[in-house]
Structure formats: C-alpha cells, structure tokens
C-alpha cells in the first residue's frame, strides 16, 4: 500500500499530524501543539519538533483523545487508509475510546438532538413556561 521512504530520519510534528489526518490542516495542527492539546513523550512541544519512528505522542482533538505510536514517516499527506499505517495506537487508548463513545450512545448530551431555531409553537410554549 504505502512506501515508508527510508530517506526520511525525522519530519516535523505539525506536518505528521497534518499527513496522518489528525487535523484538516497543518496551521490547525500547529495552533492544537502551541495549545497544549498534543504531547511528545508526557513533554508540551513545539510545532517545529522533530519526530522519529517509534516516538509516542498523545493527541487531544475536540473531546477525543489518542495515544499513538508513530510506525512511519511520509512527507505526503495520502487517503486515510494510508495515513492510518502512519501510527499504531495503543490498546489502552483504544479502550478509553470505545468507553468513551458507548458512553456518548447511551446518555447523548441534552439538547444534541435540537438544531437551528425554535418553530413558532415551540417558541410560544417556551415563553408560556413558567
């Protein structure tokens, strides 16, 4: 499927999160390390850090969090089949992933189910509350 190129030692962390599709860009990639939401190592970094095959990092997007081991190095961003063989994620991050989804199926956040305004029914009987 992918060639690890063997010509790259190292690549920079905002450009493999940004490759691996962790984030849709690499300036979101860089804003999510400058903001803490990305360790190297247990260590806050910077976006210009140079990452290595077997590095662990550990990634906070929205309120998913992975634990990941990097497997690989491309300096193209490739289809997400592809970019998956990038990193091997831990199984206690898996874990904690599927934990955490079973618990979002089962008791959804109030209010996720309403979307846009009130109708105009919906409106009157708000104001006639209480």
């Known amino acids: 499927m992918i060639a690890q190129p063997s010509s790259l030692p ?3 962390l905002d450009k493999w ?4 599709r ?11 390390i400058e903001a803490g939401k990305v360790r190297w190592q ?21 309120e ?3 634990t990941v081991l990097v497997q690989g190095l491309n300096a193209q ?7 998956r063989l990038l990193y091997q994620e ?4 898996q874990a904690r992933r599927s934990a955490a989804q079973e618990l979002r199926r089962l008791a959804p956040t109030p209010g996720a189910d309403l979307k846009g305004r009130p109708t105009k029914r ?6 006639n509350f209480g």
């Open 10 to 12: 190292s690549l920079r």
């Open 17 to 20: 999160l940004w490759v691996a």
């Open 22 to 32: 962790f984030f849709k860009t690499r300036s979101l990639a860089a804003s999510a």
């Open 42 to 62: 247990g260590q806050h970094v910077k976006p210009s850090r140079e990452l290595r095959i077997g590095d662990e990092l550990e990634i906070t997007a929205a």
């Open 64 to 66: 998913t969090t992975w």
């Open 77 to 83: 961003r490739r289809p997400a089949p592809e970019a």
């Open 90 to 93: 831990t199984a206690e991050s």
């Open 122 to 127: 919906a409106g009157r009987l708000i104001r």
